[in-house]
């Protein structure tokens, strides 16, 4: 039990309503006679009076216990946690099991009472005692409703793939609101949703063939194949996605792109959905956009002491561009969420424009591209810049419109951040040229370029010992006199789901702009003699980072090959 819990209410419910001008005190003096009458708590009289909405309840009761609260409309229910917590108890108490997790001993549990000891500790003699419970607000008329949906239905994939196959699907009752968690395809598309979110995909695939559909997931990178199922369940399938995402399901001859947020394994998730009509059917892909992840300290993003620093450095300057590059996936987005974090304070006024908003952040105004109302980066810039800001985040540089108006906002003195899709850091200089930004106007207004990829790291459950040959020092450049490194491969076990490989880290490259590159820029000398500059005053490239990691441990020589090129280093 949380601390929350050893603490009582702040106030009687009733005074909190009239408080927030919810309720009158003749409204409140009505319930609290039926209240006697009835028996019943003060929140269910109100509600049954019509006064307040069982929403509203449980907001209040949220605000004045310190619990979170939870919203069971858009809630997908872990079919695990369901099998923790018996049916009748769950009746009794009007408690429901939301999700599990197995690393934590932690279940989320929405409940009416969360002062509700004895509910507690019946659930927690039922599962060993051990559990750690994590109790959230529930409006009572939403966890009964639930409960009566979700108790006696198959939850797990297999099981309501078995359901389907015993029975007969009914295309039509998927358009209507009327009964729908009671859907076996319903509950198949929560099912895969929560399942990706569970096995950290960052983008989930839907792609019918002539025969099958096949599901696959992105996990840390590299697509695998997960299900494939009967091409009969897609048609079903793919107007329940369109449904929730709000697309038009009567539309399949055009591309088509939506979004939806959901409560999966006991958080608020978001799915970019994007439809891409083929010639065996519509072609669907959602974007796992976790809020959780998408904000990294940073401090935690893998950055080297000598980058760390560097970072530092470059933020510390008023005005100027800093621009992030890399190809799509390589985590462009979250360094920058990282960064505006790291600077997101009551005395700075930070405002994006973003294509779309992925993650919403505290403080910051964002903004979302509307190519309908003319809204492009460009006019998005001309509208920001009348908006009084310290910093403008430009979601991508991609036109010479953007990029003239990114750098005129710099010269007026603010801090750009921008993304831009280049190879490497030095390698922006030519690109920008090509968008046509003057030498002297880049020299003069670019403070660094931040370049980076991302690797798998290696599974510390299962990584072995390589030997280290004369190949691998060539690649690491490590001196024969370099004793005791050592190296590590990929091996694979239950934990990693015998990939060898969990979770990922970046790999950075970070260019600052010193007067001699400066100069270097203003008189537009080519990519490669700049690259020799800094090298010269100590850059390092994203092939020394990578190495890097290999040698500390992190990754695998066979990994930052996959996505670094290092055959330069290897002796003719």
């Known amino acids: 039990m949380n601390e929350a819990a050893a603490a009582a209410p702040k106030k009687r419910l009733g005074e909190v309503l009239i408080d927030r001008g919810v309720i009158t005190d003749d409204q409140l003096r009505i319930a609290l006679y039926e209240q006697k ?6 929140g269910a009289v109100l509600i049954e009076l019509g006064f307040v909405t069982d929403s509203i309840i449980r907001d209040a009761l949220s605000e004045n216990t310190g619990y979170s609260s939870v919203d069971l409309t858009n809630v997908v229910i872990d079919a695990e946690s369901l099998n923790m917590v018996p049916q009748d108890l769950a009746r009794r108490f009007k408690i429901l099991p939301l999700s599990y997790d197995k690393l934590a001993r932690q279940l989320t549990l929405a409940m009416t009472d969360t002062f509700n000891v004895v509910a507690l500790d019946q659930v927690r003699a039922l599962n060993d005692g051990k559990l750690d419970i994590n109790p959230v607000l529930g409006g009572e008329a939403e966890i009964t409703r639930m409960i009566e949906e979700v108790y006696g239905f198959d939850l797990s994939i297999d099981g309501i793939l078995q359901e389907i196959e015993t029975g007969e699907v009914d295309v039509e009752t998927l358009q209507t609101d009327a009964d729908q968690y009671h859907h076996p395809m319903v509950r198949l598309v929560n099912a895969l949703l929560a399942d990706a979110v569970q096995q950290d995909a960052s983008d989930i695939h839907f792609e019918p063939e002539e025969a099958f559909l096949r599901i696959r997931y992105r996990i840390d990178g590299v697509l695998r194949q997960i299900r494939s199922l009967h091409k009969s369940y897609w048609p079903a399938m793919v107007v329940r996605l369109k449904v929730i995402s709000n697309m038009n399901i009567a539309e399949s001859r055009v591309p088509q792109d939506g979004r939806v947020s959901l409560q999966l394994i006991g958080r608020q998730i978001d799915f ?16 796992v956009l976790d809020r959780r992840k998408g904000i990294v300290p940073m401090e935690s993003l893998g950055l080297s002491d000598a980058n760390f620093y560097t970072t530092k ?6 005005e100027g561009v800093i621009l992030v590059t890399g190809p799509t996936g390589s985590g462009k987005t979250t360094t ?37 109302a003319k809204l492009g980066f460009a006019e998005g810039i001309r509208s920001m810049m009348r908006q009084d800001p310290d910093v403008i985040l430009v979601g991508e540089i991609r036109d010479s419109v953007t990029a003239e108006m990114a750098f005129r906002a710099s010269m007026t003195g603010h801090q750009v951040f921008s993304t831009l899709h280049t190879n490497s850091a030095v390698g922006s200089m030519p690109r920008l040229s090509d968008l046509g930004v003057l030498p ?11 370049a980076q990829r991302l690797v798998r790291k290696l599974c510390p459950s299962c990584k072995k010992d390589q030997p280290m040959g004369d190949l691998e020092r060539q690649l690491l450049q ?27 880290t970046s790999i950075v490259e970070i260019l600052k702009i ?14 490669h003699e700049l690259s020799k500059a800094a090298i010269a005053t100590g850059f390092k490239t994203l092939a020394d980072d ?22 330069s280093r290897v002796s003719k």
């Open 272 to 287: 970019r959905v994007a439809s891409q009509p083929t010639s065996h059917g519509e072609n669907v892909v959602l974007r």
């Open 37 to 42: 009458a009835q028996g019943k708590r003060i």
């Open 440 to 450: 002297d106007i880049l020299a003069s207004n670019l403070i660094g370029i931040i």
């Open 336 to 372: 920058l969420y990282s960064v505006l974090n790291h600077i997101n304070t009551e005395a700075v006024n930070i405002m994006t424009m973003e294509d779309p908003v992925e993650y919403p952040m505290p403080m910051i105004r964002q903004t979302s591209i509307n190519e309908a």
């Open 313 to 318: 450095l470059m933020l510390a300057k008023p």
């Open 514 to 527: 010193n007067e001699y590159m400066k100069k270097l820029i203003s008189q537009g000398v080519s990519a």
């Open 478 to 504: 490590l001196d024969e006199a370099v004793t005791g490194a050592r190296i590590f491969q990929p091996e694979g076990c239950p934990q990693c789901d015998h990939s060898g490989y969990k979770g990922r």
């Open 546 to 567: 990578a190495c890097r990691r290999v040698i500390d441990g992190t990754t695998s020589l066979e990994e930052i090959t996959r996505v670094v090129d290092l055959t």
